[in-house]
């Protein structure tokens, strides 16, 4: 039987080459956690969002669901986005994760839809190819629960490198056909290049995605 499907949107990161949240920088008018939160509860039977145990009190990420990185997970891997991904996973164990990085703000319907559609349950995961390296995107990929219980059971004192996970696993790979759907925004530079994209100004974010 095929396992129901969760949207977790992982909004943990340090935000460190931004210099500021990359959560609550606006496209569109809203804040960017609140734009990929939507986008992604629209394609699944529950969404949250996964954060760090300081950012429990953060306004912008107590107006959702969240499920908080399990500090024995955190203390067995040493950080990294899998961090999230596995207490997700100890929280619903007997679901597939459908999990996004916050900062894709030219992610769209169309690529999200897409990858549900063509989900093949029996693999490891499925997920897009990606544009920049011809490798695996495992920030926006659907996780089976077998996976993720088998990552769970090895990863005492080892470093899970998800990249590196899909690359030796039968994985459905799908090309992406936005151009920069699935382009991470984590550095000033970069978000100013995605604003001129969309014909938008810093001062004046109103961009039509």
Not at 15 to 28: E, F, I, N, T, V
Not at 86 to 115: E, G, K
Not at 126 to 136: F, H, L
Request: glycine content about 8%; overall charge negative.
């Amino acid at each position: 039987m095929t396992a129901l499907l969760y949207g977790l949107v992982l909004a943990g990161g340090a935000s460190q080459r931004m210099g500021r949240d990359k959560a609550a920088l606006p496209y569109g008018g809203r804040p960017q956690l609140a734009r990929a939160f939507d986008l992604v509860a629209r394609h699944v039977g529950s969404c949250f969002l996964s954060i760090r145990a300081d950012q429990q009190s953060d306004p912008l990420r107590a107006s959702y669901p969240c499920i908080m990185d399990r500090q024995e997970i955190k203390d067995r891997l040493g950080g990294g986005p899998m961090v999230g991904v596995l207490s997700a996973h100890v929280a619903c164990p007997d679901v597939a994760w459908l999990v996004i990085a916050c900062d894709l703000p030219m992610l769209d319907d169309t690529t999200l839809a897409a990858l549900v559609n063509e989900r093949n349950a029996d693999l490891a995961a499925t997920a897009y190819v990606s544009e920049s390296d011809g490798a695996p995107e495992p920030l926006c990929t659907i996780w089976e629960p077998a996976t993720l219980a088998a990552l769970h059971g090895q990863a005492a004192g080892q470093t899970v490198r998800p990249r590196r996970i899909l690359a030796r696993s039968a994985v459905r790979l799908l090309e992406v056909e936005k151009t920069g759907a699935l382009e991470n925004v984590n550095a000033p530079d970069e978000r100013e290049r995605v604003l001129k994209y969309f014909e938008c100004s810093e001062q004046d974010v109103k961009c039509q995605t």
